[in-house]
Each structure stands twice: as structure tokens, then as C-alpha cells.
């Protein structure tokens, strides 16, 4: 069945700090893939989504980008900031039958100043 | 985006009582909702899908006598955990999604039920 294997957690880093949370899927077919974010107190949202290979999703100035070959999807961002602390969840939805998102265990991240 | 409002946040129940959570679309109307269990350090688990007016479809391995979902309109479904016993403590999330396939689902903020 599908799956999505992401980076356990928890990460630290340094505010600038560069960031990567890798994710890796197995999944039948050509799914479309996501990161989520969780703020604390609040609800998973759409952080950025890649509906075919080698589409790069973007947002915030984080970035993802459908890497087939290798079934990857990571997470990077150039300079994180204190404010980008939260847990962040990789997904893949198939596109057909009832479409369900498939989640990774999440990964922690708090980033210092 | 679309706001999705999870009640309550929290809930502590006795074993053996029943616990009714409500997932709400505030701006949007949701003609399809999901039911997820996440379980400490492991992934948000797809429970049902609910279309309004229809009655769910469970996902394999989870009991649908113990989990009632019903979807009776189309901002609103709510999940009871009947019967419920330490084992079923856990954080449950929904997310609504309104209209053809491929439109995005907003998630709630989650409820964390503790059953003593």
C-alpha cells in the first residue's frame, strides 16, 4: 500500500539556519504530494503541493520539489526563522478512488534565536 | 483559507461513557469530510470518509459501531466514540473539502480525548 517515510524528528536549529526535512513515498501510480504545517493550537494547513515530477511546489520560502527517480519529496528553506517552528507533515493523495492523503509521522522543528 | 473549527480541544471521559466530537466549516460547505487518529509519533491514520447525506465509509480495521460518524449537513459532522475505554485515547483530526476531486481539504485543530 502507499506510504510516506519522513525525517523523524525532533529537529532544532539556529534562526538562518538552513533547513531540510527529507520525505521519501511508495505509492501505485503517479500520486500528488504535500507538506502540511502545524502551528501550535491550530490545524494542519497546506504549506505546498506538487501535482507531477519535477514540479516544484513553493510558499513561505520553503520549496519541494517531485523527484520520481528517487520517489522524494524534502522540505528545504534558506534561512528558517523563529516563527517557522511547528510540525511539519509530508502526504501523497492518489488520484483516483476516494483520493485519500497518506501522512508521514510528522517532524518537530523549533528553530532558536 | 477555509476555516474548519474542531469542539472541543480537549475531553477527559470516564471508560465505558461515549464522547461526541463536532467538526464544523465555518465559510465553506463541506461535502466531504475526513476523520483521522493520530497516535503519538506515528502518522495521522484516515478513520472514514463522510459524504453529506450518505452514510460513511470506513477505512478497514476501524469498528464502525464504536466510531458513529454522521454527516447530516454540509457544515457539519460529528464523530462519537461510544463505549469508550483507555485504548481509544488519542488526538482525532478532521478536514472538509467541498466540490469536485482535487480540491484541497482544510483541516480542524484536532481534539485530544483522554479516556480514565
Known amino acids: 500500500g502507499d506510504s510516506v517515510t519522513q525525517m523523524e524528528g525532533p529537529v532544532t536549529l539556529s534562526e538562518e539556519a538552513f533547513l531540510t526535512i527529507n520525505c521519501t513515498y511508495t505509492a501505485t501510480g503517479y500520486p500528488s504530494l504535500f507538506w502540511y504545517v502545524q502551528y501550535p493550537g491550530e490545524g494542519l494547513q497546506l504549506l505546498l503541493k506538487?501535482?507531477?515530477?519535477?514540479d516544484k511546489g513553493s510558499n513561505k520560502g520553503f520549496e519541494a520539489t517531485y523527484r520520481k527517480e528517487t520517489t522524494s519529496f524534502h522540505l528545504e528553506k534558506g534561512s528558517v526563522q523563529v516563527s517557522d517552528s511547528a510540525v511539519y507533515f509530508c502526504?501523497?493523495?492518489?488520484?483516483?478512488?476516494?483520493?485519500?492523503?497518506?501522512f508521514g509521522t510528522g517532524t518537530r522543528l523549533t528553530i532558536i534565536p | 483559507g477555509a476555516v474548519v473549527s474542531q469542539h472541543p480541544s480537549r475531553v477527559i471521559c470516564k471508560s465505558g461513557t461515549s464522547v461526541k466530537i463536532e467538526c464544523r466549516s465555518l465559510d465553506f460547505q463541506a461535502t466531504t469530510m475526513f476523520w483521522y487518529r493520530q497516535f503519538p509519533k506515528q502518522s495521522l491514520m484516515l478513520m472514514a470518509t463522510?459524504?453529506?447525506?450518505?452514510?460513511?465509509?470506513?477505512e478497514q480495521g476501524v469498528e464502525k459501531d464504536k466510531f458513529l460518524i454522521n454527516h447530516a449537513s454540509l457544515t457539519l459532522s460529528t464523530l462519537t466514540v461510544t463505549s469508550a475505554h483507555p485504548e481509544d485515547s488519542s488526538f482525532y483530526i478532521c478536514s472538509a473539502r467541498w466540490g469536485l476531486r482535487n480540491t484541497e481539504a482544510f483541516f480542524g485543530q484536532g481534539t485530544r480525548l483522554t479516556v480514565v
Open positions: 502526504a501523497l493523495r492518489t488520484n483516483f478512488g476516494n483520493e485519500k492523503l497518506t
Open positions: 506538487a501535482t507531477k515530477a519535477d
Open positions: 463522510s459524504n453529506e447525506g450518505s452514510k460513511a465509509t470506513y
